[in-house]
Every structure is written in C-alpha cells, then in structure tokens.
C-alpha cells in the first residue's frame, strides 16, 4: 500500500484541499487526513484574474504558475509535518484556470516537477487532461473519491459537487 497525498484547488480560488489515503492504485486501504489551506492573498487575485482574462490572455500564466506551485508546496509540507506522513506519492491538480471540455480543453496551471523537488517526494499531475484524453469530462479526482468512500455505505447514495 502507498500512502498518497491528493490536492485539488477549484475555480473559486479560495484555497487548496488536501487529503492522504492509502491504496494499491485500484482500492483504498484507509482514509486519512485531510485540510484546507487558504492560497495567499496574491496567489488568488493572479488566479482570479488570469480565470477573468480566459485562454487568450496568457501573459500572466507562467507568474501564476509559480504562485499555484508555492503556495502547495508550502501547503503539503505544513500538512505532512503536522499530520506525522511521509506520502509516497502526491497528486498534483493544479489550477485550473481554462475548462472547456466540450471542445476538449482544459488548462490547470502548476509545475509538477518543481513541486517534486522542492518537496522531495514523486509528484503526478496533468490529471484533468489525461482524464479527458481517455473520454472523461476532466474532472477524474473528486468522482474516484466519493466511489470509495461510497463503498460501504447504503445504495443508492449521491453526492452533489457544488464546485467553485
């Protein structure tokens, strides 16, 4: 069993939610931990305004890029140190900035490898575009969730996603 660390920020901007399962890479063994942290007044406004400017205006989108990637840096090493883990693996959402996937598109901003180095630890990402390359909608992260922790409970059961 691996012990993984997921992060997703949505388009509100508002912060980065964490959680650590551990899992085989096809079922969960258990659920751990999980927090939000709040992105940094600086991070939000250049997330917000580069969301406002669309994908035709991406001047500002390698700045928002580094932000995105520090403040989750910063984010999982406070929460790792805090909750006592050393996650195998950390996957990375980044931010999304872009999601149209009717016409297959989607842009989340982030560096992957900068965050496995800064954090030492083997990061994925680009899951959003992977997820509609295999004919998904983009959106393969919170779904994957809410089916294990569905498992056990009484059928039918819904979950209602009230994103950014």
């Given at each position: 069993m691996w012990?993984?660390v997921?992060?997703?920020?949505?388009t509100?901007?508002d912060?980065?939610d964490?959680a650590?399962?551990?899992?085989?890479?096809?079922?969960?063994?258990?659920?751990?931990?999980?927090?939000?942290?709040?992105?940094?007044?600086?991070?939000?406004?250049a997330v917000?305004?580069?969301?406002?400017?669309?994908?035709?205006?991406?001047?500002?989108?390698?700045?928002?890029?580094?932000l995105?990637?520090?403040?989750?840096?910063?984010?999982?090493?406070?929460?790792?140190?805090?909750?006592?883990?050393?996650?195998?693996?950390?996957?990375?959402?980044?931010?999304t900035?872009?999601?149209?996937?009717?016409?297959?598109?989607?842009?989340?901003?982030?560096?992957?490898?900068?965050?496995a180095?800064?954090?030492?630890?083997?990061v994925?990402?680009?899951?959003?575009?992977?997820?509609?390359?295999?004919?998904?909608?983009?959106?393969?992260?919170?779904?994957?969730?809410?089916?294990?922790?569905?498992?056990?409970?009484?059928?039918?059961?819904?979950?209602?996603?009230?994103?950014?």
């Amino acid at each position: 069993m691996w012990s993984v660390v997921g992060t997703i920020s949505g388009t509100s901007a508002d912060g980065i939610d964490m959680a650590e399962i551990g899992t085989d890479g096809r079922a969960v063994s258990h659920f751990g931990p999980s927090s939000t942290v709040l992105y940094a007044y600086e991070t939000r406004a250049a997330v917000l305004d580069a969301i406002a400017g669309g994908p035709e205006d991406r001047s500002t989108w390698p700045e928002v890029a580094r932000l995105v990637t520090r403040d989750h840096a910063e984010a999982i090493d406070a929460f790792c140190t805090a909750q006592k883990l050393a996650p195998d693996l950390v996957a990375f959402h980044g931010q999304t900035v872009w999601h149209d996937p009717e016409h297959g598109e989607t842009v989340q901003l982030g560096d992957p490898q900068a965050l496995a180095t800064e954090l030492g630890t083997a990061v994925v990402g680009d899951l959003r575009l992977a997820d509609m390359v295999a004919g998904g909608e983009g959106a393969p992260l919170v779904p994957v969730y809410h089916q294990a922790l569905s498992l056990e409970l009484p059928q039918p059961l819904c979950f209602l996603n009230i994103g950014g």
